[in-house]
């Protein structure tokens, strides 16, 4: 059974860093895409981050580039999202996802994702 289990996130004010790291089991990933989406109140589940099978491939929304990191460790089974120079509109719940199928190129798409994480609450005060 695949499981993506998140940790990290929480508190933080405006300006600061937080680390998401989400481990896979059940299956290696070390080919497949994988990404990070979030979801503010209110809002829909939108794209943040995603790399590729190798993990030298990646994307970053517009809204984070410059400031967010997705990472990889293949031998590890887990994927990182670094978030440095946090703001309040960075507030949501974040999920990991990963695709069953190999790829090549990170997917900026959810509905391409068959696996996802419990969700992460990241908060960032003003």
């Known amino acids: 059974q695949v499981q993506l289990v998140q940790s990290g996130g929480g508190l933080v004010q405006a300006g600061g860093s937080l680390r998401l790291s989400c481990a896979t089991s059940g299956r290696t990933f070390s080919s497949y895409p994988m990404g990070w989406f979030r979801q503010a109140p209110g809002k829909e589940r939108e794209f943040v981050a995603a790399t590729a099978g190798s993990g030298i491939n990646k994307s970053y929304a517009d809204s984070v580039k410059g400031r967010f990191t997705i990472s990889r460790d293949n031998a590890k089974n887990t994927l990182n999202l670094q978030m440095d120079s946090l703001k309040p509109e960075d507030t949501a719940v974040y999920y990991c996802?990963?695709?069953?199928?190999?790829?090549?190129?990170?997917?900026?798409?959810?509905?391409?994702?068959?696996?996802w994480g419990q969700g992460t609450q990241v908060t960032v005060s003003s």
């Open positions: 996802g990963a695709v069953k199928n190999k790829g090549f190129i990170p997917y900026s798409t959810m509905s391409l994702y068959d696996y």
